[in-house]
């Protein structure tokens, strides 16, 4: 349903030109679930914001490809982009505290879907938009949709961005970090929402979270993304299981765990390079346990370690091979 | 709501009191004798000191203060010095010239300043958005007598489009008040219209930044409707705020304007009685200023309650 083809995104800084995200290609089908993670400075956020053009034009260069139901959405003209955005693909965000509009009725601003992508009258939409917020499990949602966001929770405003979201059943919802800015408890009830709806709705759904844990438990399919790269692309079950990027292991083992006696937490040594200055070989080789001089020398490839699964380490694909 | 009213209202006494009591002490430390002027050039000392008495002015500062306060209690604003009228009615008199010249120059400066700034703000970094921020830095930098001088030259001397000085009530003719009026209006206006530009450009920028107009262009809501319903909802309370700011500056600088274009306004009055140390009429006119910006604060505070959301429930 959805290929990405080598998509780069670029900004422009005050010298020039920056690469954020850096030829990054993968597939998903429909129904399915993937998650991406990585640190802050990734990529992984600007990848999503890039699929339905969501960055100031004015400021940003993207190239490659993104082909949804065979159409290239990098390519179209904006208004047939306007008709499938919040259409067939929705999204919500990190932060619900901002991203309602705080002068606007919530019963507006999820009835507004409707009455874009459906042409539904104000007083229709505002029906629907009650039904969508009982979906979304807020109690009392017929004298809800009159609130202003500021009454509501963090939670509730989350619940009220997925209302919006789902409005139009699209085929695929992508969900930037949306637990992040939210309490632990109302995390898990959040993620279960979004595990029921999609199964209600039959839409595939990208998650994308710094939490690998957070990620593995909810996608079958997990992208690892560090410094704008793909480095590894995994069912979320190897990935969990038996990590084969040294980067997705140090994400692994920096999970906090109830079991483990440990004094301290683990820390990946040193910090994700600036996008304007990056390594000249792996982008991760200065932070590298098993990094060897020509790791530092040329960039790696990302390669196919078995089926399904592809990394970008010439050490660990190296490994495995006369294994295979 | 009505609790928000009382509340501005019995803020607003204290200030009017301080107000009342400065203006009253600024005067009398201005040097210059009103009954000197009074008398005349060829009055002796004994007639100087007759008027003096007439007038109350021999009389301590502080108890010509008090009088002056509990007269005011009792809505006697007190006796013109060189109009022979009460002050009451010498400004009442003269109210509709500069409530004209304000509010027209008011609705000249709203629609005007925040369509540029919106135009500035959607086309930014363009020529256009160069474009009005020129003509705003012009707008807020020129001396508004200089373009008044200009604007007379070429509207009223060269093409003889519009009277060059005077007003003419409403009451007698509607259109004639309007000619009256256009032009010290527009010139009264143009600094206003800069720095209102200005704002509402700054303010609309910060308002499309945010994650809501993100949610709404993820919704796929046209970029005209995400501009006009979701940035520009948001811009107005900003713009409300200083709207009340800029009806007073407009009633403040009504003074220079009634000068130049020989308006017989409260600034014209005001002036005339500065000149003759007329201190009835000064310190009554700065009172009736005062709550005049005094009651456009509450009214502002009042729009603002109803088009944020957030004030009327908190």
Redesign the interface.
């Known amino acids: 349903m959805l290929q990405v083809e080598n998509l780069s995104v670029d900004f422009r800084v005050d010298s020039g030109w920056i690469r954020s995200v850096d030829e990054v290609s993968f597939a998903l089908d429909a129904q399915s679930t993937l998650g991406i993670v990585g640190e802050s400075g990734s990529g992984k956020s600007v990848t999503a914001l890039s699929i339905l053009r969501l960055h100031a034009r004015r400021n940003t260069r993207m190239t490659g490809r993104i082909v949804f139901d065979g159409e290239d959405l990098l390519a179209m003209p904006e208004r047939r982009l306007h008709e499938m955005r919040g259409r067939d693909i929705a999204m919500i965000f990190q932060d619900p505290m901002h991203s309602l509009n705080p002068v606007l009725t919530i019963g507006d601003q999820i009835g507004e879907t409707l009455r874009i992508h459906q042409g539904l009258n104000r007083a229709a939409a505002e029906k629907a938009a009650a039904g969508l917020l009982d979906m979304v499990r807020i109690p009392d949602a017929k004298r809800r949709v009159t609130d202003f966001p500021h009454q509501l929770s963090g939670g509730m405003r989350q619940r009220v961005m997925i209302a919006m979201a789902i409005a139009c059943r699209p085929r695929l919802l992508i969900a930037d970090e949306p637990t992040t800015a939210l309490d632990v408890t109302v995390q898990a009830q959040i993620l279960d929402l979004l595990r029921d709806l999609r199964e209600e709705i039959g839409m595939a759904v990208i998650l994308i979270s710094h939490d690998l844990g957070l990620v593995a438990e909810f996608a079958e399919r997990v992208l690892v993304m560090y410094a704008g790269e793909l480095v590894e692309d995994a069912p979320a079950r190897n990935i969990f299981e038996a990590p084969a990027h040294p980067y997705s292991e140090g994400l692994l083992k920096a999970i906090p765990s109830a079991d483990v006696d440990m004094h301290r937490l683990y820390a990946i040594p040193g910090r994700i390079p600036d996008p304007g200055d990056r390594p000249p070989g792996c982008n991760f080789a200065p932070r590298c346990a098993l990094a060897q001089p020509a790791c530092s020398a040329t960039p790696p490839a990302l390669d196919t370690l078995a089926p399904g699964h592809r990394i970008r380490c010439p050490v660990r694909l190296a490994a495995r091979e006369p294994a295979a | 709501m009505p609790r928000l009213i009382a509340f501005r209202i019995a803020q607003a006494i204290p200030v009017m009191f301080v107000v009342a009591v400065l203006t009253f002490l600024l005067m009398h430390m201005l040097p210059g004798d009103p009954a000197t002027l009074i008398a005349g050039d060829m009055a002796d000392q004994d007639a100087i000191a007759q008027v003096r008495r007439d007038l109350g002015l021999d009389r301590p500062v502080l108890a010509q203060l008090w009088l002056w306060i509990t007269n005011l209690a009792q809505g006697d604003f007190g006796k013109s010095l060189m109009l022979n009228q009460p002050v009451a009615e010498a400004v009442w008199e003269r109210l509709p010239v500069t409530l004209s010249l304000a509010l027209v120059a008011f609705v000249i400066t709203i629609p005007v300043g925040i369509v540029l700034g919106v135009v500035a703000a959607v086309w930014r970094?363009t020529w256009v958005d160069s474009a009005v921020m020129f003509l705003a830095l012009i707008g807020v930098s020129v001396p508004n007598f200089w373009i008044a001088i200009l604007s007379v030259i070429l509207f009223s001397v060269t093409l003889g489009w519009l009277p060059s000085s005077g007003y003419v009530p409403m009451g007698t003719d509607f259109w004639r008040w309007l000619a009256s009026l256009i032009q010290p209006a527009t010139v009264l206006a143009l600094f206003q219209i800069g720095y209102l530009a200005r704002m509402t450009r700054s303010a609309m920028l910060d308002v499309l930044d945010?994650?809501?107009i993100?949610?709404?262009?993820?919704?796929?809501?046209?970029?005209r409707k995400t501009i006009l319903?979701?940035a520009f909802?948001?811009t107005l309370?900003q713009v409300v705020t200083v709207s009340g700011y800029i009806l007073s500056l407009l009633i403040g600088g009504s003074v220079v304007i009634e000068q130049i274009f020989a308006m017989p306004g409260i600034g014209r009055l005001l002036v005339q009685a500065i000149m003759a140390r007329d201190y009835p009429v000064v310190q009554g006119t700065m009172l009736m200023l005062g709550f005049a910006f005094v009651f456009i604060n509450i009214v502002i505070d009042l729009i603002y309650a109803y088009?944020?959301?957030?004030v009327r429930?908190d």
Request: without cysteine; positive net charge.
């Open positions: 970094d945010q994650d809501y993100r949610t709404a262009r993820a919704k796929g809501v046209s970029p319903k979701h909802r948001n309370m088009v944020d959301p957030r429930y």
